[in-house]
């Protein structure tokens, strides 16, 4: 039995199949172990630019069993708010603290003069500014992560030095997904990853991130067993950021399914979200996003080409949710998961990069590999995604990664747990990024102030003790490279700077027009002025420096050498 055991482990540790391991495991379940410690376990999970809608629980045709039974034993939050960027966005879930105050004002590849040196500008998660791995780990819990870190790349600004036990961390914003360690662009043609802190300078052959990420957390996990402690895992999915990949085993489960195009999935998307309950027909849809030709107008071989990237990026979906399947059953064979809280986001909005508006770091890079067809999805192949899967993914918002608008900043979250009150509810209520950080601090039993954070416990919503958090007057900020948004209660202002649109406030109430396609600045005056007041209040208490002049593309720091 002992050697059966062993074997299943290791399996466990490997990519494998997820329904034979569950049956296994049952055979072979050690006995319930005599529970002395009490507080809960954290598993918090990060996609990486993937849309609003690209789950089944808020409206996808993407088979996802795993996130549909989360849902339907936790909390669904429809009016959860990220960033428009990864490290922004990473930097707040890390910290509980606005982007502005934790180091990441600006994305660190880009910056403007009046910028740079300034507090809250450094380009990397601030010393000052403790992590919840850190606060954790003072509190008697062990720390395990995988993936994507992007707020560092130095030993010192790793997750080794800020508070995890056990990481294999990736520093880029984005790269390969195999073991080939291509980079994102041509100032970074290859990746940095560490393990515990030192310089990983190969991976293992079959590597693939979301499975090896994944056995990575499940074997930090077994290495930290014999403290005792609850764990906090964090796993950072790179998937389904560009370059768009996906390993031959997976590669056509898709195979057919978007040859008719984005127009006809975005009305049947649409058309689910309705059903579900997400969202009514009295509310607004963004129509098909200017520059986006029409399905019909495209040519025969631009339509194939176009419907195999949405062919990989699906199946890249459904590669993580079935991964996160695989870590499940881990936790359920050891008896933890029924003491696990498990908190699902995505970083921010899809991305919008295809060939044609793609930086040219990141075009002229990309068009140096194989990305015939045959070879998409594949190693040595870098295929970027398409603007109009981009607006299928963010049904029914107006807008993609990088922008304020709700597609750039509005995405899925789920948080399942034992002690959800009333599971497969569907939350309407405002929460934000930085909401995650005081919410575990205080399911973990641990005293804080609320003003160490810049956002709020939700646990009242877990547990279906309010119907809010914030009060009529709070906000909830975003900006980045001079792009705002400032929301309040219903209504938001969005104001995007020249030459993306005049440098005006925009204005609308999302109850009614959850796409922002009706400016209302000029019918409610008052309103405006209110969110201008509470735009200023967000400048600031968050340290925001609006840009003057243009934003630099900075030369990437040497990598590091230990």
Same mark, same amino acid.
């Given at each position: 039995?002992?050697?059966?055991?062993?074997?299943?482990?290791?399996?466990?540790?490997? !990519?494998?199949?997820?329904?034979?391991?569950?049956?296994?495991?049952?055979?072979?379940?050690?006995?319930?172990?005599?529970?002395?410690?009490?507080?809960?376990?954290?598993?918090?999970?990060?996609?990486?630019?993937?849309?609003?809608?690209?789950?089944?629980?808020?409206?996808?045709?993407?088979?996802?069993?795993?996130?549909?039974?989360? !849902?339907?034993?936790?909390?669904?939050?429809?009016?959860?708010?990220?960033?428009?960027?990864?490290?922004?966005?990473?930097?707040?879930?890390?910290?509980?603290?606005?982007?502005?105050?934790?180091?990441?004002?600006?994305?660190?590849?880009?910056?403007?003069?009046?910028?740079?040196?300034?507090?809250?500008?450094?380009?990397?998660?601030?010393?000052?500014?403790?992590?919840?791995?850190?606060?954790?780990?003072?509190?008697?819990?062990?720390?395990?992560?995988?993936?994507?870190?992007?707020?560092?790349?130095?030993?010192?600004?790793?997750?080794?030095?800020?508070?995890?036990?056990? !990481?294999?961390?990736?520093?880029?914003?984005?790269?390969?997904?195999?073991?080939?360690?291509?980079?994102?662009?041509?100032?970074?043609?290859?990746?940095?990853?560490?393990?515990?802190?030192?310089?990983?300078?190969?991976?293992?052959?079959?590597?693939?991130?979301?499975?090896?990420?994944?056995?990575?957390?499940?074997?930090?996990?077994?290495?930290?067993?014999?403290?005792?402690?609850?764990?906090?895992?964090?796993?950072?999915?790179?998937?389904?950021?560009?370059?768009?990949?996906?390993?031959?085993?997976?590669?056509?489960?898709?195979?057919?399914?978007?040859?008719?195009?984005?127009?006809?999935?975005?009305?049947?998307?649409?058309?689910?979200?309705?059903?579900?309950?997400?969202?009514?027909?009295?509310?607004?849809?963004?129509?098909?996003? =200017?520059?986006?030709?029409?399905?019909? =107008?495209?040519? &025969?071989?631009?339509?194939?080409?176009?419907?195999? &990237?949405?062919?990989?990026?699906?199946?890249?979906?459904?590669?993580? +949710?079935?991964?996160?399947?695989?870590?499940?059953?881990?936790?359920?064979?050891?008896?933890?998961?029924?003491?696990?809280?498990?908190?699902?986001?995505? @970083?921010?909005?899809?991305?919008?990069?295809?060939?044609?508006?793609?930086?040219?770091?990141?075009?002229?890079?990309?068009?140096?590999?194989?990305?015939?067809?045959?070879?998409?999805?594949?190693?040595?192949?870098?295929?970027?995604?398409?603007?109009?899967?981009?607006?299928?993914?963010?049904?029914?918002?107006?807008?993609?990664?990088?922008?304020?608008?709700?597609?750039?900043?509005? &995405?899925?979250?789920?948080?399942?747990?034992?002690?959800?009150?009333?599971?497969?509810?569907?939350?309407?209520?405002?929460?934000?990024?930085?909401?995650?950080?005081?919410?575990?601090?205080?399911?973990?039993?641990?005293?804080?102030?609320?003003?160490?954070?810049?956002?709020?416990?939700?646990?009242?919503?877990?547990?279906?003790?309010?119907?809010?958090?914030?009060? +009529?007057?709070?906000?909830?900020?975003?900006?980045?490279?001079?792009?705002?948004?400032?929301?309040?209660?219903?209504?938001?202002?969005?104001?995007?700077?020249?030459?993306?649109?005049? @440098?005006?406030?925009?204005?609308? +109430?999302?109850?009614?027009?959850?796409?922002?396609?009706?400016?209302?600045?000029? +019918?409610?005056?008052?309103?405006?002025?209110?969110?201008? !007041?509470?735009?200023?209040?967000?400048?600031?208490?968050?340290?925001?420096?609006?840009?003057?002049?243009?934003?630099?593309?900075?030369?990437?720091?040497?990598?590091?050498?230990?």
């Amino acid at each position: 039995m002992k050697l059966i055991t062993r074997l299943l482990i290791l399996c466990m540790l490997a !990519a494998g199949g997820v329904s034979c391991q569950r049956e296994a495991l049952e055979a072979t379940k050690p006995a319930e172990p005599s529970a002395i410690e009490t507080r809960p376990n954290f598993l918090l999970v990060v996609v990486d630019d993937m849309g609003f809608a690209d789950i089944e629980p808020f409206g996808s045709e993407i088979e996802t069993p795993t996130l549909t039974r989360l !849902a339907e034993n936790g909390v669904m939050f429809t009016s959860f708010y990220a960033a428009p960027t990864c490290s922004p966005a990473r930097a707040m879930l890390m910290s509980g603290m606005d982007n502005h105050i934790a180091g990441i004002g600006n994305m660190a590849e880009t910056v403007a003069d009046n910028q740079m040196g300034l507090p809250g500008y450094e380009g990397h998660l601030r010393e000052e500014v403790p992590t919840i791995a850190e606060r954790l780990s003072e509190h008697g819990y062990r720390t395990v992560m995988a993936g994507k870190w992007h707020l560092g790349m130095k030993r010192e600004l790793s997750p080794g030095a800020r508070g995890f036990d056990h !990481a294999l961390s990736f520093s880029f914003g984005g790269g390969s997904h195999y073991s080939d360690l291509l980079g994102p662009d041509l100032h970074r043609p290859k990746l940095l990853y560490r393990k515990n802190g030192l310089l990983s300078p190969q991976l293992e052959d079959d590597f693939y991130s979301t499975t090896s990420f994944t056995s990575e957390v499940i074997a930090g996990l077994e290495s930290t067993a014999h403290t005792g402690k609850p764990f906090f895992a964090y796993l950072a999915f790179t998937a389904p950021h560009w370059p768009l990949q996906l390993p031959s085993n997976d590669a056509d489960a898709f195979a057919g399914r978007y040859d008719q195009g984005y127009d006809i999935l975005w009305q049947e998307r649409l058309t689910k979200q309705r059903e579900l309950g997400l969202f009514d027909e009295a509310q607004s849809s963004a129509p098909r996003p =200017e520059g986006v030709p029409a399905w019909d =107008e495209l040519d &025969v071989e631009s339509q194939r080409r176009s419907s195999r &990237v949405m062919e990989i990026y699906a199946g890249m979906i459904q590669k993580l +949710d079935t991964e996160l399947d695989r870590l499940l059953a881990y936790l359920e064979f050891k008896h933890l998961a029924k003491d696990t809280v498990v908190i699902f986001i995505s @970083d921010n909005g899809a991305d919008s990069w295809d060939a044609g508006h793609a930086p040219p770091a990141v075009r002229d890079h990309a068009v140096t590999f194989d990305n015939r067809y045959e070879n998409m999805g594949r190693p040595g192949s870098f295929t970027l995604f398409d603007r109009g899967w981009g607006w299928v993914s963010s049904t029914p918002f107006r807008g993609y990664k990088g922008s304020t608008f709700e597609g750039g900043i509005r &995405v899925p979250a789920i948080i399942s747990s034992a002690d959800i009150s009333s599971p497969g509810r569907i939350s309407t209520e405002t929460v934000s990024i930085t909401d995650f950080a005081p919410t575990i601090m205080e399911l973990a039993d641990i005293p804080f102030e609320e003003s160490q954070f810049s956002g709020r416990s939700i646990t009242r919503l877990m547990k279906n003790e309010s119907d809010s958090v914030r009060s +009529d007057g709070d906000y909830v900020g975003v900006e980045i490279w001079g792009r705002r948004a400032i929301k309040v209660g219903n209504w938001k202002a969005v104001r995007m700077p020249k030459p993306l649109s005049d @440098d005006r406030w925009l204005l609308f +109430d999302l109850d009614a027009d959850p796409a922002e396609q009706n400016n209302l600045a000029e +019918d409610e005056p008052e309103t405006l002025a209110k969110l201008e !007041a509470a735009w200023e209040r967000y400048v600031a208490e968050n340290n925001v420096v609006l840009p003057e002049g243009p934003f630099r593309i900075l030369p990437p720091e040497p990598l590091p050498t230990d």
